[in-house]
């Protein structure tokens, strides 16, 4: 058969997809509605007085979670037992009622009571049909998504009532939504949530947004990944601080590659960190790339990028030296990247670098982890020297 989709919108409510199914063999057809919407920030709950023929052509959106009730019949149907449909309030007594007498022949064969009670409550609902006296329809959704047409909007329909209510947490789990309301100002929600700010780009200075996150690193801390597009000139650029406070004693972080599956362990370095790969008397300096979380490959192809780019080495100007060394450099790099193998160190005064250890919890034998007592040059750098945590409210009250 052949499946239609349609994306509509319904007048005073919302989008909508309305799934049209057709069987050429068998002529059968069937049609269903989905939201095109999120869930409803609150249930809503709508309540017809149905008092004429008219109002049984009333357009209404059923979802699949929402449950609709007769109460003059004790009649309901619960969520979650039809696929949602766009129909009017006669199409959804039509539908019940065919629901209803598809196993009658079984039941008069089996139990010819029920069957006698069952044939007696479809004349109800048949009787519905002719509104010969009033009755009450209600659309129950925690979801929000449902509908019942008012004929004469814009103005307030006084048959129809409609309640929005606060989902209790028994509907909340039944959407798959969050069971357990936490305080807005929580830290777990500043954890989870992604805090954005008003920045410059920092290529084209137009006005951008940063984007920033508060991750926890398995095995290791805190860390804080701000990530900045600018929709003018599309520069990206992301950056990493440390989330704690810099550690009582530096680290030393050697790996030694031998393998390519190496190229994908997480790197967290920090902005106090050096890189050195002795088989090629390589070092990088502290606060070159800035901070960075990312793997060992995309490191290796920050570092070669920023060698490549270096304009000491391109245009008429350069030596033709220089640019043959850089470039059997940039060969080796790239060697190390696939199959050379070679050591790879990261050095940080601040204790505030990672690298991914594979065998955690277990010890890794090709990661070697050294703690070190920071020289006072390294202190200096840092700006530890100068800097006072304890006691220096009293200094500072003798001192006036």
Not at 208 to 215: G, R, S, Y
Not at 230 to 253: L, M, W, Y
Request: hydrophobic residues 35%; negative net charge; aromatic residues 6%.
């Amino acid at each position: 058969g052949v499946t239609r989709l349609l994306l509509t919108r319904i007048p005073f409510f919302k989008e909508i997809i309305v799934s049209s199914f057709a069987c050429d063999s068998c002529s059968w057809s069937n049609t269903e509605i989905q939201s095109a919407g999120r869930i409803q920030e609150q249930g809503v709950r709508y309540t017809l007085a149905v008092t004429s023929r008219q109002d049984m052509n009333r357009e209404v959106v059923k979802t699949d979670c929402a449950t609709a009730r007769i109460p003059e019949l004790d009649f309901e149907i619960p969520a979650f037992t039809q696929k949602g449909v766009l129909t009017t309030i006669e199409g959804i007594i039509d539908r019940a009622v065919v629901g209803l007498e598809q196993d009658q022949p079984l039941r008069r064969a089996t139990d010819e009571e029920v069957a006698n009670k069952i044939d007696e409550f479809i004349g109800k609902l048949k009787q519905l049909k002719e509104v010969h006296s009033s009755f009450t329809f209600v659309i129950d959704d925690p979801s929000g998504n449902s509908f019942v047409e008012n004929p004469h909007a814009p103005q307030k329909d006084d048959a129809l009532v409609v309640t929005h209510y606060r989902r209790t947490p028994q509907q909340a789990a039944m959407l798959g939504l969050e069971l357990e309301e936490k305080p807005a100002d929580s830290t777990e929600d500043l954890r989870n949530e992604v805090l954005q700010f008003n920045t410059n780009c920092p290529e084209c200075n137009a006005p951008a947004n940063t984007n920033m996150k508060l991750v926890q690193i398995p095995h290791f801390k805190e860390v804080i990944i701000m990530a900045t597009n600018c929709d003018s000139c599309g520069h990206r650029t992301n950056e990493v601080k440390s989330g704690g406070a810099i550690e009582p004693q530096g680290t030393r972080i050697t790996l030694r590659i031998t393998d390519p599956s190496d190229m994908t362990r997480d790197i967290l370095k920090s902005e106090t960190c050096s890189v050195e790969i002795p088989e090629l008397e390589f070092e990088l300096g502290m606060g070159a790339l800035g901070g960075k979380f990312t793997t060992l490959e995309g490191l290796l192809k920050d570092i070669r990028e920023l060698v490549e780019r270096n304009p000491f080495t391109l245009g008429d100007s350069s030596a033709p030296g220089k640019a043959e060394k850089l470039q059997e450099f940039v060969g080796k790099l790239q060697e190390v990247e696939g199959k050379r193998k070679a050591h790879f160190v990261m050095d940080d005064p601040a204790g505030n670098s990672y690298l991914q250890n594979v065998y955690a919890p277990e010890e890794d034998p090709e990661l070697s982890v050294e703690r070190y007592e920071r020289t006072f040059e390294q202190n200096e750098d840092l700006g530890l020297n100068d800097m006072k945590t304890e006691g220096y409210e009293s200094e500072g009250a003798s001192g006036r």
